[in-house]
C-alpha cells in the first residue's frame, strides 16, 4: 500500500484589514466644520437687537448739509443727534378708567375679600391668620389699582380704612378676643369699597 503524498501545509500571513481611523477623522472633521460654518453665519446674520447709535445711521441727516452764510462760505450745521444726548422717555398718559371697568378690575378682590371674611368668622385661633394674610394682599392690590379720579379721594380712604380693619382682626385673632365684632368692621369697610363702585 503506497502512501499518497498530502500536500503540504504552509501557514500565510492574513492580508490585514484597511484602517478607517482616517475615514472616521475625516468624517469628524467634515461634522465639526459644517457646525463652525453654521455657527459664523447665524452670528453675523441673526439680529441681535442691537439700537444704533445716535447719527450713526448710513444715510445723510437732512439737517447736516452745509448751509451758506451771508458771506458765502458754506458751514455745516451740526445735526441734532450728533450730540450726546440722553434719550428722551416719553410715559404714556394715564387714562382715566371708567366705572364699569374700575368695576370689573377690583369687584374679584372684593368678592374674595367677604368669602375670606366668612372664613375666618368660622375658623378657631390661629386658623384664620394665613386668610387675612391673603386679605391683606389683596388690600395692597386694591390700593394700587388706579380708581376713575370721581372716586379717587373716596376710593383711598375706603381701601385704608379696610387694611386698618384688617390689622384690626389679625390682632383680635392672635389675642384670641374680640374676633366676631373685628370681622363686622373688615365687613363693613369692604361693603363701603362695594358701593362706592358700584357692586
Not at 500536500?7 to 475625516?26: D, F, H, N, Q, T
Not at 379696610?162 to 365687613?187: C, I, K, P, W
Amino acid at each position: 500500500m503506497s502512501e499518497e503524498p498530502q500536500p503540504e501545509l504552509r501557514w500565510a500571513p492574513i492580508p490585514p484589514k484597511p484602517s478607517r481611523k482616517g475615514r472616521v477623522w475625516l468624517m469628524i472633521g467634515l461634522v465639526v466644520a459644517a457646525l463652525l460654518i453654521v455657527g459664523v453665519l447665524l452670528f453675523f446674520l441673526l439680529p441681535r437687537g442691537e439700537t444704533p447709535e445716535p447719527g450713526s445711521s448710513a444715510s445723510p441727516s437732512p439737517s447736516s448739509s452745509a448751509t451758506p452764510t451771508p458771506s458765502g462760505s458754506p458751514i455745516a450745521s451740526p445735526s441734532p443727534s450728533s450730540e450726546p444726548t440722553a434719550p428722551v422717555e416719553t410715559v404714556p398718559p394715564v387714562t382715566d378708567p371708567t366705572i364699569p371697568a374700575f368695576q370689573g378690575q377690583v369687584s374679584g378682590w372684593l368678592g374674595d375679600a367677604g368669602r375670606g371674611l366668612d372664613i375666618v368668622a368660622g375658623a378657631t385661633g390661629q386658623d384664620a391668620l394665613p386668610v387675612i394674610d391673603t386679605l391683606q394682599e389683596d388690600a395692597q392690590r386694591l390700593s394700587d389699582a388706579q380708581p376713575p379720579a370721581s372716586i379717587d379721594q373716596k376710593w383711598r380712604d375706603g381701601v385704608a380704612a379696610y387694611s386698618q380693619s384688617l390689622t384690626a382682626l389679625r390682632s383680635a385673632v392672635s389675642a384670641g378676643s374680640g374676633v366676631s365684632s373685628a370681622v363686622d368692621a373688615a365687613r363693613g369697610s369692604v361693603q363701603n369699597l362695594k358701593s362706592l363702585v358700584g357692586l
